[in-house]
């Protein structure tokens, strides 16, 4: 169980910081190096009408502008230490760097935006089965609305070539987390030779009323008629699923995967309920979701 509480925090230079400390003659660039992240946070903004799903997809994906990119970094939380490059460059000591790379930040947008869960890598987000619209490399920008998923690839003709993908802000703009030794940024869209299209992941199926919408982990994990390991399971997800909890309650006390917990979660959807262990929250006790 991924307890491990995840704070998101913009990183400051500690070098600056000690010089202002000892001789005050850095005051000016901190105020500068403050007044230039301003700048870029508020320039990340839906830039055509938006949709409130989108609205909130583009605010969260903004709010990690100026964190820095990271291969392999990030998760639905936040950023996370990526891995280091095989191909060397600036990527090469990314375990060491905190942040996102181009599809965890998108998964991180859509998620704590809009509960949309997007599969993990670039190629399998191009491909996703929820989305609810699709555009061509030959259609260009004008159908597209903010909120929109922006895509490059090797062979744009194949999706399942795809290398970069990018949340389209409207007027040709789009945030996103470019490469090893950037941060997040707000650029213009590269209408290139890779460009290979946009999908639309708004508008789809939303949480129902009066649910909370979380992620699991693990495989196989085991669905239960009551709140008990003592009845038989009544289903099982196979891996990370979104699920729609209506409220939790007190049963069973469950020691699993090296955590002990007697929270249980009810599924509607399943009308089943599932320990809370296997609940992606770093809380055991679930923020937001009544007792049933």
């Not at 996703?128 to 920008?141: H, K």
């Not at 007697?262 to 089943?272: G, K």
Request: aromatic residues 8%; proline residues 7%.
């Amino acid at each position: 169980m991924r307890r491990t509480t995840r704070r998101m925090a913009t990183a400051m230079a500690s070098g600056l910081l000690l010089a202002t400390a000892l001789t005050g003659t850095a005051t000016a660039t901190a105020t500068e190096v403050t007044s230039a992240a301003a700048a870029a946070a508020a320039d990340c903004r839906p830039l055509a009408d938006a949709s409130a799903q989108a609205q909130a997809i583009i605010d969260a994906a903004c709010s990690q502008i100026g964190v820095p990119y990271s291969w392999g970094g990030g998760s639905i939380h936040g950023p996370t230490y990526g891995q280091d490059y095989p191909g060397g460059g600036p990527g090469a000591h990314d375990s060491q760097v905190k942040g996102f790379d181009c599809s965890h930040l998108m998964q991180y947008a859509a998620w704590q935006g809009a509960g949309i869960a997007l599969p993990e890598g670039s190629w399998n987000q191009a491909r996703w089965s929820g989305a609810t619209a699709r555009f061509t490399r030959d259609q260009g920008l004008g159908p597209l609305e903010p909120g929109d998923l922006l895509l490059w690839a090797k062979n744009p003709a194949d999706l399942g070539s795809v290398h970069h993908i990018a949340l389209y802000l409207g007027g040709g703009r789009m945030v996103e987390a470019r490469e090893s030794g950037t941060p997040v940024m707000v650029s213009d869209v590269r209408l290139n030779a890779q460009f290979a299209g946009a999908l639309r992941i708004t508008g789809g199926e939303e949480p129902p009323a009066g649910t909370k919408r979380f992620m699991t982990w693990g495989t196989g994990v085991g669905l239960r008629p009551e709140a008990n390991t003592r009845k038989p399971v009544v289903g099982r997800l196979p891996g990370p699923t979104a699920v729609d909890v209506q409220c939790q309650a007190r049963g069973e006390l469950v020691n699993a995967e090296g955590y002990s917990n007697d929270a249980w979660s009810y599924l509607p959807a399943y009308r089943a309920w599932i320990s809370n262990i296997y609940i992606d929250d770093p809380a055991a006790w679930l923020p937001g979701v009544p007792t049933c």
